[in-house]
């Protein structure tokens, strides 16, 4: 039980982690960068809207499920809501502070452990969809790799990983990204993750659209043929043919309000 109230702790505060990204500098290049993986991402996360991310209201569908990511100031509401086989109404809600649900408007008492999978699954979707602003979180452990290239674009690579503490129970998961070295644009990425029997993914931007100053993007999600995780790899095996469609991962009817 402790171990799970944990879990949902670091989640919270990962989740709360909300540091304006820094002014773009003079330097050019990554490799001319103090620190190459904070510049790329910091350049990414102005591109994408980052500014605009840490003072609104987001609503979008995914998945037959409807999700809000309202911030302001720091501090964050996401919530999840949903109608259920039986006709009621679901609404997740998670904060800087606590997780709760509601059906059909009333608060439902839940366990640990489901309080834990709920937040989690919640912050999940919102997560993804609002990438690469999460990435300037203090739990974030980022290395440059280089330059590689993709369907003939070259790309400067990243490599995140998350410290045990704030990282949420996600931790030890390893993500890449592709960042393209002219617009930003964050077109790729890939990841390891070890929660609920494991497995690799790469996803590949499309259908993309800005809304209220904000980069969204819909995603074609792959698996790798072989039984590899070594997602460092997953760009070149993209480009061998090594790696199949899996699913596409859509966010629809997407609205904004800035604050």
């Not at 209201?57 to 996401?78: L, M, N, P």
């Amino acid at each position: 039980m402790k171990s799970i109230l944990t879990a949902l702790a670091c989640l919270l505060l990962l989740a709360a982690c909300d540091h304006t990204a820094n002014s773009s500098t003079e330097t050019s290049s990554p490799e001319a960068a103090a620190d190459s993986a904070h510049w790329v991402i910091q350049q990414a996360i102005q591109k994408h809207g980052g500014d605009h991310v840490a003072h609104s209201r987001i609503a979008f569908d995914f998945r037959d499920r409807h999700y809000v990511s309202d911030r302001q100031d720091g501090q964050f509401t996401y919530e999840r809501i949903w109608q259920d086989t039986t006709g009621e109404q679901v609404r997740d809600v998670l904060t800087n502070n606590k997780f709760y649900r509601e059906i059909n408007g009333q608060l439902t008492e839940l366990s640990a452990k489901d309080s834990a999978a709920y937040a989690n699954s919640t912050n999940s979707v919102i997560y993804f969809a609002l990438l690469p602003y999460y990435l300037q979180d203090k739990a974030v452990h980022a290395t440059y790799l280089g330059k590689s290239t993709v369907k003939g674009q070259e790309y400067y690579k990243v490599k995140v990983t998350f410290g045990q503490e704030g990282g949420g129970k996600d931790h030890e998961d390893q993500y890449i990204y592709w960042f393209h070295p002219e617009d930003f644009t964050m077109d790729y990425l890939a990841y390891n993750y070890l929660t609920d029997g494991g497995g690799a993914r790469f996803r590949e931007a499309y259908n993309v659209r800005t809304i209220e100053g904000i980069r969204f993007a819909d995603y074609i999600n792959y698996k790798p043929k072989s039984d590899t995780r070594d997602v460092a790899q997953f760009d070149a095996l993209f480009d061998q043919g090594q790696l199949e469609e899996l699913s596409r991962i859509d966010s629809e009817n997407i609205s904004v309000e800035l604050k």
